[in-house]
């Protein structure tokens, strides 16, 4: 074995392969940036899930509890998601708040509306929309408002995944309310035939 110190030939090998990791290392945080909003909302459903199970799992119905907070949590990640945009683009675009800025006052208000306000609005959407003894059974209501919740969140994420307008609070009456009038004349309002 030859001493490799008086020798520069053994720095241009070290160079190129520190300039291959190097590479590798831009690559790796090139693919895994548009991983991490996704993966932080995953944790945040399954902490809702989490939380909802250590303070509802002695219920009788832990399981839907569960489920239901799981669906709630995707909820709000799309409400706030389309909201904030909505709110705090401005600002940010206009440089007179950071990203991080417009993330605080988000998450402050988002869930001071939400903790003040929002029994009310739920009030109203569970019995001034729609009537629970209509459904039959109480669970066949619960099981409508489930899917009302998913279908409300998926229709906001696809809008706001297409740039597309979209109200939260109509998305939510909309997946509430699967059958308006049953009739064949044409709505005054839009034009559009009920279903």
Known sequence: MTDQQGDPRHLETLDRDLDRFTNLERATAYVARPMVGPGVALVFVLLAGI?????????????????????????????????????????????ALTMGGAIAIAVVFESAGALIAGGDVVSTIAKGIIAPESMGTAITFIWA?????????LWVNLATWVGAPVS?????????????IQSDRLSPSCGLRWM
């Open 51 to 95: 939380a909802a199970l250590l303070f509802f799992g002695q219920a009788n119905n832990s399981l839907i509890v569960v489920v239901a907070a799981c669906l709630g949590a995707y909820m709000a990640l799309n409400i706030g998601a389309n909201d904030v945009a909505n709110n705090m683009g401005p600002a940010v675009g206009a440089n």
């Open 145 to 153: 408002m489930m899917a009302a919740l998913l279908s409300a969140a």
């Open 168 to 180: 939260t609070t109509h998305s939510v009456v909309g997946g509430v309310i699967p059958r308006v």
